[in-house]
């Protein structure tokens, strides 16, 4: 007999009605590795991994004991916690998947430069150093000479006591070593393809693959003269693995409950990220509940592997799932974010997950338009919304290019480790995000009400609900690092619930709609949290100016979303400004210079105006200013950037030039 419903969400859970035949898995792990053990006990053979044409099998990167044992020789013992600063390696996974058997916790922050001052990029690690308190680092040879070095007698008073270094050639033959200058140079030539007056465009495929080898060279000689004399010992993966004696393991080892990762969300307040904690029992839930959900993959599946495994979404719902799954995860380190067409016709996935605006570029890859992508089964986004336009043109893409998949949604924060939604079957409907994955519970409370959960109910007649939503399940993150509070928790009948500062609305069949953000946060086209508070308030540190307000614009060059920052002026003693050189300032001494500050907050155009559009209550006009054609007088600003790599910054107008802004006296 179906029970009484009371209009509550978090308590009706109308969605489980798709979840009729859902079986719920009871065994007892005593960790992550064992989990994925038992998942893989009989595809030891099978490839789990490949990496610039090297296949490594499950037997290699999830019951070889190597990494453990190498992190034990070294002094790694339980509950130590190693910071990693490293991209999408097979040995980033294996020392990972050592880390948790030794009950030790794997931190992982952004491992790319964060800006053109190396000083910068240092301060900001230590105040991650300073909070987070590792005892062992592991990071790529090239963030250890930029982020490391120059900070190295800090890191010692710290208590770092080793660094282990990687390099992303560590584990390529000469094969993919050239497959990897092939892909740095075809990155070089679609770009100049599409900016016919860079610079760039006037260098040879020659030229430009020597300037490649030359700049290999230099970063392998900087590194033997750093690595010469030490304050903290620094030791190469590699030479550990020749050098290691045989250590006795515990197997038995019971750290289910234990803090197993550490990532970070992006454009978080104050002088560092976030850090989200992650206990093995939080990720086994997680990953299970995938399964349940039916969004795994089929064993031999090849899942493009781009997104980071710093961001929770990149470490479970891309990485491990995959592992999970029996598939194949391709490795890639490094890739020009404006060229994510270029890994599509490289690698022909199975499996895609990305961000909206990655996908919604798809259409626009010239390169793409003959091509048979029938072998493309998944493709899923999260990190944003799409809209119903962009979604209904990927879809007819993917047909018109053989393939059988229709985009699927999700939705997901790093504090319950990525997708906590997600949209397929009947429930997959333009606009939503679907429905919550098994073990979780949503609920929609008064977003008016900070203090307190206020939880909402369907009103007689009313088809929609809307409000804040909040989250609750066995992946939740307990939010506590080092006695401090990261994720606060409330109490709502008897359950503990975390808030998103989301909106949205859900139908009667439990289905939900995203509306925003409270705090008009948006994503970049490559997924990076944008808060336009924490821009503003940097900006408006200027003398010059008076007012900065940051919204989101669609960046043909991007080809995604991007922020643009409005500004006005103090004009009380200035009659004219050059604004190239105001925005100049802004741009490396007020950001770049800034160690709370990331490359990646930098607005990628500026408008300096006269006034800022009001409502009727005489407060700035965000939808106008979102909604204002672009007319050739902003400013751009280029950034020359990769996914691990920050280059060079060009600053100029955008059409017209207009040197001298001119300032009327009010």
Known sequence: MESKKTGYPHIDKPWMKYYQDLEFQNKDYNHMVQYLREKNKSRKSLVAETYYGREFTYDEILFDDTSA???????????DLILNLVPNLPESSKIWFGATQLGAISDYIDPRPDSTNMMANANKLLEIVKFEKPDYIVALDMCYIGMIKPIEKQLKEQGVKSIITLSASDSMNLTGKIDYLKDVINYNSLANARYANATSAKLSWYKALREKLNNMKKMELAYENATKKTMIPVYKYNDLINEIKYERLNNDLNVLKDINYIGHTSGTSGARPKPITATNKNIISKLSSMEMAGVNFDIGDRVLRILPL???????????????????????????????GYLIKKYKPNIIIATPAWLAALPNYKYLDKLDLSCIKKMTYGGDSMSEKDEENLNLWLKNHGSSAIVRKG?????????GTHAKNEYNKYGSIGIPIPGLTLGIVDPNIDDKLVPLKFKDGEEKLEGEIIVSGDSVTDGVLHDNIIVPHYDLDGESYIRTRDLMAMDRDGIFYHLGRKDRSFSRFDGYKIKPHEIESVIENHPLVK?????????ENYRGIMPICHVTLNNEFIENVDCIELVNEIVYEYIIKNPNMSSRQIPAKFKVREKMPLTKNSKVDFNKLRNEPLDDTEINVKVDETNLSVGSIDISYAGKRKKVLKLNRE
């Open 69 to 79: 044992k190498l992190l034990s020789a070294i002094g790694v013992k339980r509950n």
């Open 310 to 340: 710093f961001a929770p979404f990149g470490a479970f719902d891309n990485y491990l799932l995959s592992l999970a799954s029996g598939a194949i995860s391709i490795d890639v380190p490094e890739f020009d974010i404006s060229e994510f």
């Open 411 to 419: 939705y997901g924060m790093s504090e319950f480790l990525g997708c």
């Open 547 to 555: 007012q900065a307000r940051v919204v989101d614009y669609y960046d």
